[in-house]
């Protein structure tokens, strides 16, 4: 398991850009797949987005494609989530969250159970 530290998140306005950040201690982080999930109240924890450390193939839930944008800096450590055009609806706890297992990144990366190390979440609040 790794401690992952996110960082970022407020209150934003509608159509805002804000960027999250997760800081992983640990000195592989390289070979760490990490993902975004969010939460918003009253609902079950739901995916937002996950990249591969191997391929560096990135995946997007449906409703935030080409609005949201992850990425890594591996010499940092560090994993971002570049959100645009933000609507109300993405108001929630964004959490961090690492696979550090070494495998191939499973087919099921939006399932929480795939990943072994989370952060203590960041709220992003989007008022209209």
């Known amino acids: 398991q790794v401690q992952l530290v996110e960082s970022g998140g407020g209150l934003v306005q509608a159509g805002g850009s804000p960027r999250l950040s997760c800081a992983a201690s640990g000195r592989s982080f390289s070979k760490y797949h990490m993902a975004w999930f969010r939460q918003a109240p009253g609902k079950e924890r739901e995916f937002v987005t996950g990249?591969?450390?191997?391929?560096?193939?990135?995946y997007y839930a449906d409703s935030v494609k080409g609005r949201f944008t992850i990425s890594r800096d591996n010499a940092k450590s560090t994993v971002y989530l570049q959100m645009n055009s933000l609507k109300p609806e993405d108001t929630a706890v964004y959490y961090c969250?690492?696979?550090?297992?070494?495998?191939?990144?499973?087919?099921?990366?939006?399932?929480?159970?795939?990943?072994?190390?989370w952060g203590q979440g960041t709220q992003v609040t989007v008022s209209s």
């Open positions: 969250a690492a696979d550090t297992s070494l495998r191939v990144y499973s087919s099921k990366y939006y399932n929480p159970n795939e990943y072994d190390s």
């Open positions: 990249i591969s450390w191997s391929t560096m193939t990135t």
